[in-house]
């Protein structure tokens, strides 16, 4: 029974990855960074509970926020950058 549960929360987990990524595909500036971040934590979740324990808070729920912001703010940054042009 909890493998199945585990197999439903992680489908809705990517499905929801999937809705944020086709949501960003159009967009510019603060929306497409907070999409970003969407997507970053949606894929961190299911990394999260495929390798590690969810219920517990532990140092690669830090990493796993810490590289979501940064890749979120090198998107913008780079976004911006095509903007200038």
Same mark, same amino acid.
């Given at each position: 029974?909890?493998?199945?549960?585990?197999?439903?929360s992680?489908?809705?987990?990517?499905?929801?990855?999937?809705?944020f990524?086709a949501?960003?595909?159009g967009?510019?500036?603060?929306?497409?960074?907070i999409?970003?971040?969407?997507?970053?934590?949606?894929?961190?979740?299911? *990394?999260?509970? %495929?390798?590690?324990? $969810? !219920?517990? #808070?532990?140092?690669?729920?830090i990493?796993? @926020? *810490?590289?979501? %912001?940064?890749f979120a $703010? !090198?998107? #913008?940054?780079?976004?911006?950058?095509?903007? @200038?042009?």
């Amino acid at each position: 029974m909890y493998k199945w549960w585990d197999l439903k929360s992680n489908i809705y987990a990517v499905i929801m990855a999937l809705m944020f990524y086709a949501s960003s595909i159009g967009e510019k500036g603060k929306l497409k960074f907070i999409l970003n971040i969407g997507i970053g934590f949606t894929i961190s979740n299911v *990394i999260d509970k %495929v390798y590690f324990n $969810v !219920l517990v #808070f532990n140092e690669n729920d830090i990493i796993m @926020i *810490i590289l979501t %912001v940064c890749f979120a $703010v !090198l998107g #913008f940054l780079k976004d911006r950058k095509n903007w @200038i042009k």
